[in-house]
Nanobody, 122 residues
Framework: QVQLVESGGGSVQAGGSLRLSCAASGRTFRRYTMGWFRQASGKEREFVAAITWTGGSTYYADSVKGRFTISRDNAKNTVYLQMDSLKPEDTAVYYC???????????????WGQGTQVTVSS
């Protein structure tokens, strides 16, 4: 069992920045791939970014590439999502996920956090 807790969400103006954090506890000795997903009101959950256990490989959705950066600190069992140049269309609940997905951009992760709200106004 793994527990994931997101933090760092909030409300910002377009063009602003936020940094989300996801702290993991439980069976953290497993070398999970970590991902960030988001779900806007009334929409399906979509992939945002992912990072492998070593941090050697990162993956981004085209919609956030160049604006968002994913990173992790395994000593702290924490993954981060730095979000810059935020746009109103980035407004959503952001979820942290952990697992061993065959394809990182799918919803094939074993564990999920409760989510944190990000709101971007114009």
């Amino acid at each position: 069992q793994v527990q994931l807790v997101e933090s760092g969400g909030g409300s910002v103006q377009a063009g602003g920045s936020l940094r989300l954090s996801c702290a993991a506890s439980g069976r953290t000795f497993r070398r999970y791939t970590m991902g960030w997903f988001r779900q806007a009101s009334g929409k399906e959950r979509e992939f945002v970014a992912a990072i492998t256990w070593t941090g050697g490989s990162t993956y981004y959705a085209d919609s956030v590439k160049g604006r968002f950066t994913i990173s992790r600190d395994n000593a702290k069992n924490t993954v981060y999502l730095q979000m810059d140049s935020l746009k109103p269309e980035d407004t959503a609940v952001y979820y942290c996920a952990a697992g061993a997905p065959v394809v990182v951009a799918t919803l094939d992760y074993a564990y999920w956090g409760q989510g944190t709200q990000v709101t971007v106004s114009s």
